[in-house]
Structure formats: structure tokens, C-alpha cells
């Protein structure tokens, strides 16, 4: 099982980044999905999930309004898009997989914005 983040960077104030997490080993279909991140000496705050049908989506108040979250299960595939970045965003972001008591997480990928 691997879900293999990738698409942080550096990005400036009110820029745009689009995170992907591809995943290997199980099939998406059936897995509410998640993205959570942990910025520097800070807990882990989630940030967004969808359901596994992809008709709920919940997100953080951090977030709302900017970032949306998608998923394509023929891709196997889970996507935030952030806009309107701001530095408080900076953090190491992780996709997460979840289904009943089983949950996988990916190795986290770094976004930076810059002031």
C-alpha cells in the first residue's frame, strides 16, 4: 500500500497549488479520503475529507472557500486545489485513505508560501 503525495512547492501570497495523492496497492473507491497538514512546532490539523461517494465534503474554516478537494477513482487518485494562498498555509501536507477502523496515510509533501 503506498499513497505517494507529490505536487507542494513554493508558491507566493494568493498563489495556486494543486496537491495530488496517488495511490497503489487498494482500490480508492470505497475510501472517504482526506488531506490533513502539520505546519512547523503546530498539532496536526485536518483540513478536508470527502466521502467515499464524493458527495460529502467537509473543510476546515483555515480553508474554506479556498481549497477544494476531488477525487478520480478510475485514477486512483485524490486532489486539493488551494488558491489564495497565505504563508499560514505553509506546512507539510498528507493524503489520507479510510475505511472503517482501517485508515493509510501518504509520506506528506511540503508547500511554502512566501510573504
Known amino acids: 500500500v503506498q499513497l505517494q503525495a507529490s505536487g507542494g512547492g513554493l508558491a507566493q501570497t494568493g498563489g495556486s497549488l494543486r496537491l495530488s495523492c496517488r495511490i497503489s496497492?487498494?482500490?480508492?473507491?470505497?475510501?472517504?479520503i482526506g488531506w490533513f497538514r502539520q505546519a512547523p512546532g503546530k498539532e496536526y490539523e485536518g483540513i478536508s475529507c470527502?466521502?467515499?461517494?464524493?458527495?460529502?465534503?467537509t473543510y476546515a474554516d483555515s480553508v474554506k472557500g479556498r481549497f477544494t478537494i476531488s477525487r478520480d477513482n478510475a485514477k486512483n487518485t485524490v486532489y486539493l486545489q488551494m488558491n489564495s494562498l497565505k504563508p499560514e498555509d505553509s506546512a507539510v501536507y498528507y493524503c489520507?485513505?479510510?475505511?472503517?477502523?482501517?485508515?493509510?496515510w501518504g509520506q506528506g509533501t511540503l508547500v511554502t508560501v512566501s510573504s
Open positions: 489520507n485513505a479510510r475505511i472503517t477502523v482501517v485508515a493509510y
Open positions: 496497492g487498494f482500490t480508492l473507491e470505497s475510501y472517504t
Open positions: 470527502l466521502s467515499a461517494s464524493g458527495a460529502v465534503s
